[in-house]
T-cell receptor
Framework: DTEVTQTPKHLVMGMTNKKSLKCEQH?????MYWYKQKAKKPPELMFV???????INESVPSRFSPECPNSSLLNLHLHALQPEDSALYLC??????????????????FGPGTRLTVL | GQNIDQPTEMTATEGAIVQINCTYQ??????LFWYQQHAGEAPTFLSY??LDGLEEKGRFSSFLSRSKGYSYLLLKELQMKDSASYLC??????????WGAGTKLIIKP
């Protein structure tokens, strides 16, 4: 089972709203990721959690706030977003973030994404 | 700098074979991934290569040459459902994925 779930599928919000995106996996993966993807572009890494600790923040504006309540859940809290933040937000997970030996344990499995529109 | 290059778009015929090439430059190397992405959907993992050579998985195969910084994805017996974008991504020494812009594959009947 390589399933990562995300809710909601679609979200429309105003610039003054506060909303949250949720991601869940039950594969025992210890690394979880948030990506942002604009149309016809590759995914852009936003945040990485490794063993429930934030290990990478790719200079993301503070209006995006990640949270990892436990090893299965990852949230992205949104506040005061701009229209240019409209995109597909993807969650991914992998067994571990760093692996010393050859293997595919760093393969990232993606959730279906949340299509966010900021008005 | 780090860079992944792949063609923007390719067209092929149903039932035929197509090869999508990817060249990469990463700071360190921990493997090369291929993902398939249908429009509006999430990327789906296809293959991972870290050693030189060909990995075959059903109709899809992926090849890696580390000395040349080169990989390709080979799709055989093309089906209409194979119309999608194919993303090449290299994993660098920090175990981060460096993504190519994707190759949009159009399958014609």
């Amino acid at each position: 089972d390589t399933e990562v779930t995300q809710t909601p599928k679609h979200l429309v919000m105003g610039m003054t709203n506060k909303k949250s995106l949720k991601c869940e996996q039950h594969m025992g993966h210890r690394a979880m990721y948030w990506y942002k993807q604009k149309a016809k572009k590759p995914p852009e890494l936003m945040f990485v959690y490794s063993y429930e600790k934030l290990s990478i923040n790719e200079s993301v504006p503070s209006r995006f706030s990640p949270e990892c309540p436990n090893s299965s859940l990852l949230n992205l809290h949104l506040h005061a977003l701009q229209p240019e933040d409209s995109a597909l937000y993807l969650c991914a997970s992998s067994q571990v973030m760093r692996q010393g030996a050859y293997g595919s344990t760093d393969t990232q499995y993606f959730g279906p994404g949340t299509r966010l529109t900021v008005l | 700098g780090q860079n992944i290059d792949q063609p923007t778009e390719m067209t092929a015929t149903e039932g035929a074979i197509v090869q999508i090439n990817c060249t990469y430059q990463t700071s360190g190397f921990n493997g090369l991934f291929w993902y398939q992405q249908h429009a509006g959907e999430a990327p789906t993992f296809l293959s991972y290569n870290v050693l030189d050579g060909l990995e075959e998985k059903g109709r899809f195969s992926s090849f890696l040459s580390r000395s040349k910084g080169y990989s390709y994805l080979l799709l055989k017996e093309l089906q209409m459902k194979d119309s999608a974008s194919y993303l090449c991504a290299g994993m660098d020494s920090n175990y981060q994925l460096i993504w190519g812009a994707g190759t949009k594959l159009i399958i014609k009947p």
